[in-house]
């Protein structure tokens, strides 16, 4: 069955340090989203996109984040400057459509900055 | 701004008991809502998922109801086994593209 997969699970970084975090959505989806949790809190969207433009985004995706698709498959979400409060887990999502359908997440990639 | 509640927070059950988790949200102005299941540090696997149109879904032991026009959903498990031990998670989608999630109820089923 096809999923979702996200690199790496884990990363370490330091704060003010740059991080891309990788994802490589379901092949026939065309909307790409990207979640984050951090820990003992509520899973809070971030952004959508869709068209290789982004059509939504949270007040959390600031200017210090950036998504891409740089590729036919891969899916990134960049955070220029890390601050220690960008811990959490990262879920990359995928759906077929946008309203009306399931988004499949990937298994997450949790972000700790020192 | 949609605000998504579940209760109870934390549920534990004998094996083989029948169980229902709630879900409440504040704007009934949504296009589906989804449930999902989480084990500790893992992602989320989509459960079921119920148009805004739809009174319910099942699938398997699972059953979840919507009622929009109250802003609730539940989902009840049937005859429980130790592997239904997770995070069970609701999240409602609106006009946006995005899911508001509530803060999950952490069921334990107890052999």
């Known amino acids: 069955e096809p999923e979702v997969t996200q690199t790496p699970s884990h990363q370490v970084t330091q704060m003010g340090q740059e991080v891309i975090l990788r994802c490589v959505p379901i092949?026939?989806?065309?909307?790409f989203y990207w979640y984050r949790q951090i820990l003992g809190q509520k899973v809070e969207f971030l952004v959508s996109?869709?068209?290789?433009?982004?059509?939504?985004k949270s007040e959390i995706f600031d200017d210090q984040f950036s998504v891409e698709r740089p590729d036919g498959s891969n899916f990134t979400l960049k955070i220029r400057s890390t601050k220690l409060e960008d811990s959490a887990m990262y879920f990359c999502?995928?759906?077929?459509?946008?309203?009306?359908?399931?988004?499949?997440f990937g298994p997450g990639t949790r972000l700790l900055v020192l | 701004k949609q605000e998504v509640t579940q209760i109870p927070a934390a549920l534990s059950v004998p094996e083989g008991e029948n169980l229902v988790l709630n879900c409440s949200f504040t704007d009934s102005a949504i296009y589906n809502l989804q449930w999902f299941r989480q084990d500790p540090g893992k992602g989320l696997t989509s459960l079921l998922l119920i148009q805004s149109s739809q009174r319910e879904q099942t699938s398997g032991r699972l059953n979840a109801s919507l009622d929009k026009s109250s802003g609730r959903s539940t989902l009840y498990i049937a005859a429980s086994q130790p592997g239904d031990s997770a995070t069970y998670l609701c999240?409602?989608?609106?006009?946006?593209?995005?899911?508001?999630f509530g803060t999950g109820t952490r069921l334990t089923v107890i052999p």
């Open positions: 996109f869709y068209n290789n433009e982004i059509s939504e």
């Open positions: 999240a409602v989608q609106t006009g946006a593209n995005n899911l508001f």
């Open positions: 999502a995928s759906s077929e459509l946008v309203q009306e359908e399931t988004q499949y």
């Open positions: 092949s026939n989806h065309l909307y």
